[in-house]
């Protein structure tokens, strides 16, 4: 799930501005889902390869179906991202019998062609329109003098930010944590992500989160904080998670997935748990993570689970 700015009923141009940035990247040949409550409140935003959807339409509508349902949605946004060629625009026919089927329904439907240093798109809503024809809008590319802009990147930049550096690979500290180590890791791990307090052993954060009791804990102590400390606590995470040894990843990458999800960047949550299951296929949590980012689970869902545990349950699990 990402979060956008976009109200309902914006224009197009506005629409696909805030989708790019709002997914950090430009979105090369996809189809973009951009799915609201009746009342315009957004609640998930999907993105999916159009090779894929064209490959097997039938058995995607079924996935789609049930992400759908699960979201509530009773509008969406269908957007097509190039570059494309007139017959991939059928996939949003695809997308449009999809939606009808679930009784949502289409508010804007837009194809959007990247250029150096513009953008391209046109409506959907009538006919698949044609390279030479006057149905295209020609716009500059957006910029924002205080962050780099999304349009310049691609997926694969994003992948790069959590791609473990290889000179100086770093390793858990080796040995089980006892009770009171427990106890000393989850206050020093608190103070390095949240409080910003670099003095302690960046292994013994490793170590911690590869212990269950450990981990669960941090969890259930930093989404108890303020939702403005998520994004610091995640973003001090991403340097671990980058250093962490082959074998050594997957519990912080698992935990940096779940605080980008509960920020509403599923681009990275989707891309941190993708780390996660690259380095320990069988790691629990990472297959549990990236099965409620398929399903469109919500990051609230997910967190009011956690929360109705007491930090005694997480802290001692039967």
Known sequence: MTTYATPPG??????IVDTVE???YWPARSLVLILRELSG???????????????EPSAWAEYFEAVTRNTGAAW?????FGPVS???CQVAVVAAEMLTAADVEIRAAVVVNRRDDEFTWASLLDDVPEESTDQWQVLPWPTD??????WRRTRDDLVGEVTGSVPGWLRAASGDLDETHRDLAISQMLARLCDGDDSGDEALLLAGLADLRVRDTLLWEILGRPAAQWGPAADR???????????????AATVLAILRWQQGDGTRAGIAVDRALADDPDYTLAQLVDGCLRAGITPSAWREGLRSLTR???RRPA
């Open 41 to 55: 409140q957004h609640c998930l935003s999907a993105r999916f390869d159009i090779a894929d959807v064209m490959a």
């Open 145 to 150: 003098p205080d962050r780099p802009s999304a």
């Open 237 to 251: 995470l991403l340097g671990t998670v980058r250093r962490a040894a082959p074998g050594s990843a997957a519990p």
């Open 312 to 314: 005694e349950q997480c």
């Open 86 to 88: 007139p017959s991939d």
């Open 76 to 80: 969406s946004d269908v957007l097509v």
């Open 22 to 24: 709002g997914m950090g």
């Open 10 to 15: 914006a224009p197009p141009a506005n629409l």
